[in-house]
């Protein structure tokens, strides 16, 4: 009787230790799918971004997208005349007093508190200027500029494109009184200062014409459609304006007229104007 106990103790002891090994051998088996298929699925990951990334160098090195690029960005940063141009007229000196409105498009203040106007966007503006007025026949737009500084270049600006120009004086109603002699009606009317041409302002504005502004760091810029910003109180800076807008309307408009050099816009008097 004790060796046959013996035997079937030790009988159920190997049964015991192979129902173990069998069970370490399917929790093995359990455990690592997972981690096999998380490498699967990892592997074909790698391989898609692989496939991706030599794509996208065949491009590269094919040069089409990126030489489209870069004639987009040239084109963006052609500017309409030489950097030197611009600050030899001053056209980017502003005054001591910057508003609200202007506060974008100054970049820093000289140690005399004036505001000095961002180059860049005085160049962007005056291209937006340009398209946007040269949408418009010559008789379909007016320029007032009562300030004495920009009189001649105002008058060199009306000979080149044909565009009627206010100097001297303004006539008050003249947009909104057809009773007047001196009735007249623009579709955009291109002002030099919302202070001193301030009537002809309040006239566009009551009647919905088309505003574009040169503006000055001291001004206000509430209901305009285009803003230029710049020195416009000085003559080299108002002939310069005045010069790139009256060549930008021709060149667009492919007309057969002749403009006047920019030195005779742009005369010889104070840059500054402050």
Avoid at 132 to 139: H, N, T
Avoid at 141 to 161: D, H, M, P, R
Avoid at 212 to 229: A, E, G, H, R
Wanted: charged fraction near 35%.
């Amino acid at each position: 009787m004790g060796r046959k106990k013996k035997a079937e103790s030790e009988k159920i002891e190997k049964t015991s230790e192979a129902e173990v090994k069998d069970l370490e051998v399917a929790e093995a088996d359990v455990t690592e799918t997972p981690s096999k298929k998380r490498t699967s699925d990892r592997s074909v990951m790698l391989k898609e971004l692989r496939e991706k990334a030599k794509k996208l160098a065949e491009k590269i090195e094919g040069g089409i997208e990126t030489e489209d690029l870069k004639g987009e960005l040239a084109q963006k940063r052609e500017m309409l005349i030489t950097l030197d141009d611009y600050v030899k007229t001053g056209i980017h000196l502003g005054t001591k007093v910057i508003t609200p409105d202007m506060k974008k498009f100054v970049y820093r203040r000289r140690a005399d508190s004036i505001g000095v106007l961002n180059t860049g966007l005085i160049d962007e503006h005056l291209k937006k200027a340009i398209s946007f007025i040269s949408k418009y026949k010559p008789e379909d737009i007016i320029l007032v500029c009562k300030k004495e500084a920009g009189w001649n270049a105002a008058k060199l600006f009306s000979e080149a494109t044909g565009i009627k120009s206010f100097t001297k004086k303004y006539p008050a109603g003249m947009m909104t009184n057809i009773a007047l002699s001196e009735f007249y009606e623009p579709e955009v009317v291109i002002i030099c200062d919302s202070w001193i041409d301030r009537n002809a302002m309040n006239d566009a504005r009551r009647t919905n014409k088309k505003i574009v502004m040169l503006s000055d760091t001291n001004n206000f810029i509430k209901n305009v459609d285009i803003i230029i910003p710049c020195n416009n109180k000085g003559s080299k800076s108002l002939g310069l304006v005045f010069w790139l807008l009256a060549r930008g309307y021709i060149e667009k408009n492919k007309l057969n007229s002749k403009i006047a050099s920019m030195d005779d816009f742009v005369g010889e008097e104070d840059i500054q104007g402050v």
